[in-house]
């Protein structure tokens, strides 16, 4: 009998450790949100423009060649963004328009029809959408999310604390912020990789931000895939938008 009471309450101390142990790690994740949500602007700021447009500039890496693009974005929400990019090489110029709106997608080459996107390349936008969402911080606070802290790190040798996130349906992201400021400084995820042709560890490191109509922007990412660079591209636009207008997200 002795010895059951005294297993029973060694279960009952690790319980009680374990609950004080989640309860310190949600004390951790929400003071990391609230400084990041705070740094952005404020909850209320951020939730004032669900929508985004952006104008900017960069260089896509392949193997040993550096391709100059340029680009037009326009993002709503989870399900909706208008993507107009263009390449040049050597004088020869590419443009392409991608478009999402909800459950739809199609893709304009210049010069050709307009088509339907698979359904492969519909999810790499949706969850291009979901990873900018994410990034908003403020939907994080919401009961859909599992939220937990993360090992420090340093990101461009300065401090940074970070967070998981994960949702049903999704691939997990992870979120790190600048430990003095609080802004987000580095996100991580899964990524399908086209050419590859498998999947592929995506960091973005965020860094030049700025503030429009009080909201901060990163204008500047910088983008490795496992390890090695996959793209850099500068901001030289941004306007926080409370709605676009819906003729963007139409067939191109």
Do not use: H
């Amino acid at each position: 009998m002795r010895s059951i009471l005294s297993g029973m309450c060694t279960l009952v101390m690790l319980l009680a450790i374990a609950a004080l142990g989640r309860g310190d790690d949600a004390d951790t994740v929400r003071a990391i949100l609230d400084k990041g949500i705070k740094a952005l602007g404020g909850e209320g700021t951020v939730t004032k423009f669900p929508a985004m447009a952006m104008k900017g500039k960069g260089v896509f890496y392949e193997k040993d060649m550096k391709t100059p693009f340029s680009g037009v974005w326009y993002t709503q929400g989870l399900n909706k963004a208008r993507t107009t990019t263009t390449v040049e090489i050597k004088t020869v110029k590419s443009i392409e328009t991608r478009v999402v709106n909800g459950d739809k997608g199609w893709i304009k080459e210049f010069g050709e029809d307009t088509k339907p996107m698979d359904n492969v390349a519909l999810a790499d936008e949706k969850a291009d959408l979901y990873f900018n969402y994410v990034t908003t911080l403020v939907p994080l606070k919401g009961k859909e999310f599992k939220v937990a802290p993360l090992a420090d790190i340093k990101v461009n040798d300065k401090p940074a604390v970070g967070i998981s996130v994960s949702q049903k349906g999704q691939k997990d992201v992870k979120l790190y912020f600048d430990k003095e400021s609080g802004l987000l400084v580095k996100a991580e995820r899964k990524v399908r990789d086209a050419e590859a042709k498998k999947e592929v560890t995506e960091e973005v490191i965020f860094s030049d931000y700025k503030e429009v109509d009080g909201l901060k922007i990163a204008m500047k990412f910088n983008s490795k895939r496992d390890g090695k660079p996959y793209a850099d591209a500068e901001m030289t636009e941004a306007k926080p938008q409370e709605k676009l207008d819906e003729k963007l997200f139409e067939k191109p």
